[in-house]
T-cell receptor
Framework: GAVVSQHPSWVICKSGTSVKIECRSL??????MFWYRQFPKQSLMLMAT?????????EQGVEKDKFLINHASLTLSTLTVTSAHPEDSSFYIC??????????FGDGTRLSIL | AQKVTQAQTEISVVEKEDVTLDCVYE???????LFWYKQPPSGELVFLIR??????QNEISGRYSWNFQKSTSSFNFTITASQVVDSAVYFC??????????FGAGTTVTVRA
């Protein structure tokens, strides 16, 4: 089946640093990739939708200057949390879409900001 | 606007009991997709099923079964003869033609030996 690789799986860093998370579709071309955020014991909330070669579309309430998304190729999307603070600590998970197929999710990244 | 409601926050059962997870959805679209995902403690999302809005046939896959009823906007999920390995958070989700997923709040299932 289709595989999405997300890296890193766990990040701990100091407040104020920027963190980049990579999402790669390994055996399919993801025309669209989605980024979700999940706070402890809560549901997954869509942050943004990224299409290869164009600007990401952010959901209401998500700061585009804080969460930079780049989708430079059909197999790679990155999410950079800029100047991260403790309130950004969360579980971030990406998914890739082939169009009219169930989304394939990465294993997620646990981000802890000290 | 799309909305998915999972009214049950937590369910605890003893092994071998059946457990049914409720999911009620709202959408204005005539074409949509419904999903169930399992999220074990390790965090990854495991895809269980996708059903499109035109296919109301119930489905059975091993110990899992799904009951889709458009008349009540429900897509319920039953685990038969539950096992400890079924302990996880289960999410119901809805997407329309733009493939964005709207997730329910999730139901935590704990199966005790």
């Amino acid at each position: 089946g289709a595989v999405v690789s997300q890296h890193p799986s766990w990040v701990i860093c100091k407040s104020g640093t920027s963190v980049k998370i990579e999402c790669r579709s390994l055996d399919f071309q993801a025309t669209t990739m989605f980024w979700y955020r999940q706070f402890p014991k809560q549901s997954l909330m869509l942050m943004a939708t990224s299409n290869e070669g164009s600007k990401a579309t952010y959901e209401q309430g998500v700061e585009k200057d804080k969460f930079l998304i780049n989708h430079a190729s059909l197999t790679l999307s990155t999410l950079t949390v800029t100047s991260a603070h403790p309130e950004d600590s969360s579980f971030y998970i990406c998914s890739g879409d082939q169009g009219n197929q169930p989304q394939h999710f990465g294993d997620g990244t646990r981000l802890s900001i000290l | 606007a799309q909305k998915v409601t999972q009214a049950q926050t937590e369910i605890s059962v003893v092994e071998k009991e059946d457990v049914t997870l409720d999911c009620v959805y709202e959408t204005r679209d005539t074409t949509y997709y419904l999903f169930w995902y399992k999220q074990p403690p390790s965090g990854e999302l495991v895809f269980l099923i996708r059903r499109n809005s035109f296919d109301e046939q119930n489905e059975i896959s091993g110990r899992y079964s799904w009951n889709f009823q458009k008349s009540t906007s429900s897509f319920n999920f039953t685990i038969t003869a539950s096992q400890v390995v079924d302990s996880a958070v289960y999410f119901c989700a809805l997407s329309d033609n733009d493939y964005k997923l709207s997730f329910g709040a999730g139901t935590t299932v704990t199966v005790r030996a």
